[in-house]
């Protein structure tokens, strides 16, 4: 055998020979051929390999030794053949070759065409390898404030590098191709690392404030309002502080103020209003009214006389600011300013808060769909590219085939 990968080129058992009264001699030594075949790991594990024997003299030419297929039969009898646990054989053709010239050379060359069988890689190395590919999608589900978004992502980079270690043990060491399933492992290795790149700076954007930072206006515009409706986000509702502040002429939460001479909250007149951060005068003027009493208005006036005392001590206020309250109430009022100064900077701090979280969020659901998508497409592209993932081989039926009867 040419390519024999056998040191050993002698006979293993001496039979006898026979001879026949025609001067025919028949004889057939027994003998196991190992031979080196060539492996092409492109696509790993739904391979197919082509091993090849050939059969030669190294001493005589044609002319001097006639070789010629036993019984005329084109390809290898599989009648003693063995099943194999890994291989399925496809097809064992077997060719005569001449090859013409001074003096004349012959062969007889065989091909063994066989795939390798996928159900013991499937289960143990592709089906793991693809969920946890769609595993680091989850990464992007999990909520920023949890804390372990990074985590998840460094344990499953972990789980991919043992598996990496897993097929550089299966696999020959070889430079020439990238198996399948490492350009599967490495397309799911980079997306995980790109993942936990942006889980940090997701993580960074949802604890932003506005001592650190300032929103610019185009991720505001962007994140806040466009992707929102884009990817089917409805933000929550503004917190109660918030939305009363954002009402005309309001600063705070109205609270119900009684007087002696109201008799419920229904029956303070609708000019007065709750206390603000800047309040004219005339304001001050009507709580100081109902609530202090120097006020130059009779405390026991009836309800007819409101409007009449009031007006008179708009008057009084517009010549001396001294009149309209005394140092106990100027000190209340200063307190009150200085109360509603602080919840409006306290809830613009906490708007401020949950927009950068909003902000965050957006960005996790889209990259949600953007891996999502690339991960499908990538397994899809990668895992779909071997050329006989799908077809089955009927072992029983190709045995029969090429069993020599």
Known sequence: MANSADG????????????YPNGEVLWVPPAIYQSSCTIDVTYFPFDQQTCIMKFGSWTFNGDQVSLALYNNKNFVDLSDYWKS??????????????????????DITFYIIIR???????????????????????????????????????????????????????????????????????????????????????INWNFRGPRTHRMPMWIRSVFLHYL????????????????????????????????????????????ISA?????SKMDVMELSDLHHPNCKMNRKMNSGDIGLGADSCRRESESSDSILLSPEASKATEAVEFIAEHLRNEDLYIQTREDWKYVAMVIDRLQLYIFFIVTTAGTVGILMDAPHIFEYVDQDRIIEIYRGK
């Open 8 to 19: 050993n080129y002698e006979v293993r058992y001496k039979s006898n020979v026979l001879i």
């Open 275 to 279: 206390l603000g951060g800047k309040q």
């Open 116 to 202: 390798r069988k996928t159900l013991f890689y499937t289960v143990n190395l592709i089906l793991p390898t693809v969920l946890i590919s769609f595993l680091c999608v989850l990464v992007f589900y999990l909520p920023a404030e949890a804390g372990e978004k990074v985590t998840l992502g460094i344990s499953i980079l972990l789980s991919l590098v043992v598996f990496l270690l897993l097929v550089s043990k299966i696999l020959p060491p070889t430079s020439l191709v990238l198996p399948l399933i490492a350009k599967y492992l490495l397309f799911t290795f980079i997306m995980n690392t790109v993942s936990i790149l942006v889980t940090v700076i997701i």
């Open 85 to 106: 646990g890994t291989w399925d054989i496809i097809e064992v053709p077997a060719y005569l070759n001449v090859y013409e010239g001074n003096p004349t050379e012959t």
């Open 228 to 271: 929102p409706a884009m990817l089917l986000m409805k933000r929550p509702r503004k917190t109660r502080l918030r939305w009363m502040m954002e009402m005309p002429g309001m600063s705070m939460p109205p609270q119900p103020h009684t007087h002696p001479s109201y008799g419920s909250p229904a029956e303070v007149p609708k000019h």
